[in-house]
């Protein structure tokens, strides 16, 4: 399916979103100020079952697992992968009695913009926006998130910002909010190869490569092989994942997020003050658990010391022996402990 097919499947609404009052609170805001009754919906059959619900800026797709009344734990995902890094994770939550929502960020799968004049914004704070918006869509005041990659700089930044709004978090790789003055200073030449893919999409080349559906199918295998050297997927595991990339706005909102990372691309002005204060390294005091996968090229060396000191609350490390990047997906019982254990601490 190309992503004018894609479009035309999912549709695009053209209304326009409200203010963000309610999302954008400060960290000192009262629980009671997000208190509501939640709008539970009906439970996805299943991660072919995926539902939609108007939030913010998207119309966002997502699975929903477990009993109505579950405590809800949200699992988000990274690149260049999609919802089903959670397919065996989150029944497990769901068996445990959680309620697991696992949504599309935007410009993936069936997530879309209800308006097409809407600025395809891939910055840090908007997707984290995104995910509060989500929550209040459905009348969550709380819940427990996990992630990794995108999943985990999104959490992180949910629980430092807005902490009333994270019960426990679970980030792999630990504190990964962004510094775009720090992110100018050049890293160890190792490093700096393993990022290959940011640095060709910071180029109208890697933008072509990224927007042909061959190229960009075939670069996503290739980051799949190089961030996991130890998972052996087979075709039809990536197959599933690659469908979420026909999202009409997927190459625009990939090519933002790095591009926006390194300087090369403005984000939108209304968020400067949320970003100066995301710059200074908030510190989390929610309970957390973070995961360092051994296989990762990208998971730092020192067993999370590096960033402990950025988590000031109930907090423990724990580190995964021969998984790599896409945790959830090669240690899904593992992960899911992680949650568990987490939301107990």
Same mark, same amino acid.
């Given at each position: ?55 913010g800026e998207l119309d966002v797709g ?30 497990? !939550? +769901? /068996?445990?009695?959680? #309620?697991?929502?696992? @949504? ?6 069936? $997530?879309?913009? *209800? ?41 992180d930044i949910i629980a430092a910002i ?56 075939? !670069? +996503? /295998?290739?980051?799949? #092989?190089?961030?996991? @050297? ?6 039809? $595991?990536?197959? *599933? ?97 992680a949650v568990l254990d987490a939301d107990? !601490?």
């Open positions: 399916m190309d992503r004018r097919t894609f479009a035309k499947a999912v549709g695009l609404a053209a209304t326009t979103t409200a203010g963000l009052a309610a999302t954008t609170a400060g960290p000192a805001a009262a629980e009671g100020a997000y208190a509501r009754a939640a709008r539970p919906g009906r439970a996805s059959a299943s991660f072919d079952d995926v539902l939609q619900i108007d939030a997502y699975v929903d697992l477990g009993p109505r009344d579950g405590r809800p734990v949200i699992l988000l995902h990274g690149w260049p992968y999609d919802i089903h890094s959670y397919a065996e994770v989150a029944p497990i !939550l +769901a /068996r445990q009695g959680y #309620r697991a929502l696992v @949504p599309y960020f935007r410009g993936f799968g069936s $997530t879309t913009f *209800r308006s097409p004049d809407t600025f395809r914004n891939a910055q840090q704070s908007r997707i984290a926006l995104d995910v509060t918006e989500f929550m209040d869509a459905l009348g969550i005041d709380r819940a427990v998130i996990a992630g990794y990659d995108w999943g985990s700089r999104t959490g807005w902490p009333h709004r994270v019960k426990a978090l679970v980030s792999v790789t630990g504190y990964l909010i962004t510094n775009r003055e720090a992110q100018r200073t050049p890293i160890a030449a190792a490093s700096e190869w393993a990022w290959w893919y940011q640095y060709y999409f910071s180029t109208e080349r890697g933008a072509k490569g990224l927007a042909d559906p061959k190229i960009g199918t075939d !670069l +996503a /295998r290739l980051v799949w #092989r190089f961030n996991s @050297p130890t998972w052996s997927f087979d075709e039809a $595991t990536f197959a *599933r994942t690659a469908a979420a990339f026909s999202n009409p706005d997927y190459v625009d909102i990939v090519l933002h997020n790095y591009r926006w990372r390194l300087g090369l691309a403005d984000g939108a002005r209304r968020y400067d003050a949320l970003e100066r204060k995301l710059a200074a390294a908030p510190p989390i005091a929610v309970p957390t658990i973070t995961i360092d996968p051994a296989a990762d090229p990208f998971t730092p060396a020192g067993d999370g010391a590096g960033y402990r000191a950025h988590f000031t609350g109930p907090y423990e490390h724990r580190t995964f022996a021969g998984i790599g990047h896409n945790v959830p997906q090669e240690a899904p019982a593992d992960f899911a402990r107990r !601490l």
